[in-house]
């Protein structure tokens, strides 16, 4: 079993396998400097030390990676253990069952992504603009989309599309190696269609299955530069079937304040056509609070740098109180962006925030994984009473 799937794994291209035939010799590998992984296959079934008190221990060693669990036991245990896993706050890719599927190891793999913390580390490639052209093209940008809830309620409201491409040899890379580029070198147009084309289709599946999101998609200061693009964004919305006001644009201030006056006539004609407006990353940009006053906006998102902390940090509370009352007073819904652990939570419920966005509430995660999330959400708010004072 080992042997077979040590093999399937390098087939797959996993260049580093370590295969430990007990948990006390997976400890012992992972006590080495260079010995953590970035994903463990575990067997739930082993001698001496099973897979649920390894599992512990990887908790104390604040493991990192991904886990994927390998088991003959019926789903409902598989299930159950996976439920497991989340509650540790590890992630879990799935689990397979024995004898192991090279096509069920392989759509688990393709979830895998490096945690977050290790992501940036990567060796960074440069991309020229060709590069992006062609990836544009050949489809290889794909949506990830991350939960914005409730605050007062938990309810899931929305989504918001973060793009990745899936290099064929670079792997994963994240929108801050291209996005730039794409702007510099007239591709932003063709790119901020492709996500919204993605967005747009996949929120259409959500509505369809009862699910009635809004989607949030990143829009950059190019695209506003252009006349058109109210029409052609009216286009897409039309023809996938959602509704103009469960759309929302969102526009970083620092980018928005540049291209003032073009920006404002397609602000205006978007907000006519009843998109949702969205500033990102406020309190970042070099804005004025005149220029605010005159922008059409419907929500301003307070950037993560003022919300993660702000409960026990004055000077982030001050800004971030400062934002949130200026947004109300305009009649704007507040997102706070940068929700990571519960004091922050805790912190927005005791400020009357609108909606939450960050990695304690989810990170962003492939479609096919929202439902699953939500599941989870739901059971999180009243396992850990998130709902109730002070909560
Ligand atoms: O997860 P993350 O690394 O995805 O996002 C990094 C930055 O890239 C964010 O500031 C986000 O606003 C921006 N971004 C993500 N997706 C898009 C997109 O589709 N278009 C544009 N213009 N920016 C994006
Ligand atoms: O600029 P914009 O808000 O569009 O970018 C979203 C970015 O923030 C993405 O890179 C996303 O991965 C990241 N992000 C989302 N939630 C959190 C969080 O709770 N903490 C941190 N540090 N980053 C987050
Ligand atoms: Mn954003």
């Known amino acids: 079993m080992l042997k077979l799937l040590q093999r399937t794994l390098a087939q797959l291209g996993c260049v580093q396998v370590t295969a430990c035939d007990s948990a006390r010799r997976a400890l012992q590998e992972m006590d080495h400097p260079d010995g953590v992984p970035d994903l463990i296959l575990l067997d739930l079934n082993m001698p001496e030390m099973d897979g649920i008190e390894f599992m512990r221990q990887l908790v104390e060693r604040r493991y990192a990676g991904a886990l994927i669990l390998v088991s003959g036991e019926d789903e409902q245990i598989l299930q159950s253990v996976e439920r497991l896993v989340r509650a540790h706050r ?197 804005s004025s609070l005149a220029q605010l006053r005159d922008m059409p906006f419907d929500e301003l998102k307070v950037d993560r740098g003022f919300v993660h902390g702000a409960a026990t940090d004055a000077r982030l509370r001050a800004i971030y109180g400062a934002s949130l009352g200026m947004g109300k007073e305009l009649g704007m819904t507040i997102v706070a962006e940068g929700v990571e652990d519960r004091a922050d939570w805790a912190f927005l419920r005791r400020t009357g925030c609108d909606l939450a966005q960050g990695y304690f509430i989810a990170k962003p995660m492939g479609a096919a994984e929202l439902i699953g999330w939500l599941a989870d959400w739901k059971l999180r708010l009243s396992e850990e009473s998130l709902l109730a004072d002070g909560g």
């Open 90 to 286: 590890m992630t879990t890719l799935g689990h397979l069952a024995k004898p192991v599927q090279t096509e069920a190891l392989v759509a688990l793999i393709d979830k895998w992504e490096p945690a977050a913390g290790n992501r940036r580390r990567v060796a960074r490639t440069t991309f020229v603009a060709d590069d992006i052209r062609s990836a544009i093209a050949n489809g290889e940008l794909v949506n990830d989309y991350q939960p914005a809830v409730a605050v007062a309620t938990g309810e899931l409201v929305g989504v918001e599309a973060l793009v990745r491409w899936r290099h064929p040899v670079a792997g994963l890379v994240f929108p801050d190696q291209f996005i730039g580029i794409a702007e510099a070198h007239g591709l932003i147009g063709d790119l901020t269609r492709a996500v919204l084309i993605a967005a747009l289709a996949q929120a259409k599946g959500w509505r369809d299955a009862g699910l009635m999101l809004r989607v949030s998609v990143n829009v950059s200061t190019e695209d506003l530069a252009g006349l058109d693009f109210p029409d052609l964004v009216t286009g897409y919305a039309a023809d996938a079937g959602v509704p103009t006001t469960s759309v929302v644009l969102e526009v970083t201030e620092s980018r928005l304040m540049a291209k003032l006056v073009t920006g404002l006539d397609v602000l205006n004609r978007l907000r006519l056509k009843r998109f949702r407006l969205s500033i990102d990353d406020f309190g970042t940009g070099h």
